[in-house]
RNA sequence: UGCCGGAUGGUGUAAUGGUAGCACAACAGACUCUGAAUCUGUUUGUCCUGGUUCAAGUCCAGGUCCGGCAACCA
């Protein structure tokens, strides 16, 4: 690896041991990884560290990372979910060219080398059923007991193999085991199934084979036949690690990879497993695989999130064994900070209350320039309609305003952004509720521009839009999904749906300026003051955007008023 | 009670026997036609007890705590 690529992606342990087997030309030089998701839901933000992991440091030496899909259960696959993992693979930025594969492209193979197991005399067909197999397993801190089948001759290991392959029995009858060692303190050394009868229909193969390899027989034999150099994978298959290297010794195959453990991302205030994720989806409690409020890679784009910043959040998680919370407002921190540089501003207001300008004629508009985003000045100015009746923010406003609130209050002058300072004379309140539904306002015609010809200043800037010219749209805005920070520390006897926040979207009606007409599915804007917004993609119609509230703006103000509360 | 890992501020991560650093968060302040962004500053840390060493977050010994492992899932 180059210094330069280094201090872009920092080094990690993992970096290290490829670094060194490079100069020790331990793989004449080559590396090779790969992504080995198994096609049986979405991809998340954990997935995307592993992708980034992997893809990265292939990237970085000059090596390739292999697309795999490790489809040997074909009960839970579908191909919905293969070509979900190829585009979020995709759309986060990562080419894998012509190495898409499939552990079901090896079925033949790993048959092959399941009988060679068995000609060895190292793997024999098992009799036992599934409750008898669990009990002679023993538990972790007493040896298991060896099957009664254990030595069973070879010839007839052979024979019923093939007949489980051909169909013969039914599912659970008959299993084939690794032979190795029923007293390991390795529970998966207890000579584990290798080889299960599964009379399901693959998304691939079709009915070609009613047999199925295990993952820890397949996913070795996938990696030694694309000759993967470093095999990473995540804590939990530490423990599998000398059962996959025991696999290929005894297979005494040419290309031996090494398998590397790292600490799978969690994010507070989410939940990152494929069987939670898939109970929101099933359940209906979110709106689909790429509901917003969901850490999918899908959810993530829906929401407003881009690749550059999912991919910077890896880059800055780094990669350890230990087992951490990564908080979400680091994830909060890199979208901001892409968005900053690349959103086009407008204004939009979240919940509208009118104002009139009495000195200001009716029926007049002015069209004033605004700047389309202060970071990047050859994103160019564009016109903005001003009339007599604006709508501002119900925020923007306080009748009787504690000390440090400098927006609009009775009497207190504030400027209008592009246009002109403005002070509020009159309340009207509905005489019902008492709730404020319009004020009166008066402009300085002299402040046009944002300026005082006097020099006078104003301490509030607040956003508005012209109620003749303005759009009315609905605007979804996304809050956590949990109520609660972590999930492991929640009382075990609750569901994690106890913890589904309420509140995560709230559907609103917001006015914005007359420009968003023309914009389309994908668009990424900044409502100034507010947050970032991304045209859906889904629901949103020419003419009548919907917008998804990827993130909110920093907001120092609140942040005061909670401190005064 | 078995095996495999792990432990550095609130959070994440660096330091590979030689000044404990960075980022997020928090808190101050500056600036500001976005209470954003930007800039400046501040607070907070090596699990414990011994040992080796001129020098230990790092090496050694013993402990503590945490995570993972007992699908014919991956």
Known sequence: MSEEAKSETGSDFIREIVSRDMETDKHSGTVRTRFPPEPNGYLHIGHAKSICLNFGIAAEANGECHLRYDDTNPSTEDVEYVDSIRNDVRWLGWDWGENEFYASDYFEQMYLYAVKLIKKGKAYVCTLSPEEFKEYRGIPTKPGKESPWRNRPIDENLDLFERMKKGEFQDGEYVLRAKIDMASPNIHMRDPAIYRIKHASHHRTLDKWCIYPMYD????????IERITHSICTLEFEVHRPLYDWILNELEVECHPQQIEFARLNLTY??????????????????????????TISGLRRRGYTPEA???????????????????ELLEYCVREDLNKHALRVMGVLDPLKIVIENYPDGKTEMLDAVNNPEDPSAGIRKVPFSRELYVDSDDFMENPPKKFFRLTPGNEVRLRYAYFIKCHKIIKDMKTGKVIELRCTYDPDTLGGQAPDGRKVKGTIHWVSAKHCLDVEARMYDRLLTQERLDEVDENKDFKDYLNPKSMQVIRCKVEPSLAETKAGAHYQFERKGYF??????????????????????????????GS
């Not at 230990?322 to 908080?327: L, Q």
């Open 270 to 295: 989410t939940v990152m497993s494929k069987r939670k994720l898939l109970e929101l989806v099933k359940n209906q409690y979110v709106v689909g695989w790429d509901d917003p409020r969901l850490p």
């Open 534 to 563: 991304f045209v859906d993609p889904v629901d949103s119609k020419p003419g009548t955007p919907v917008f998804n509230q990827t993130v909110s703006l920093k907001d120092a103000w609140a942040k005061i008023q909670k401190k």
């Open 310 to 328: 999912i991919r910077e959040f890896c880059r800055r998680v780094g990669v350890t064994k230990f087992n951490s919370y990564t908080e979400i």
């Open 217 to 224: 027989f397949a996913h070795c034999i996938e990696d030694s």
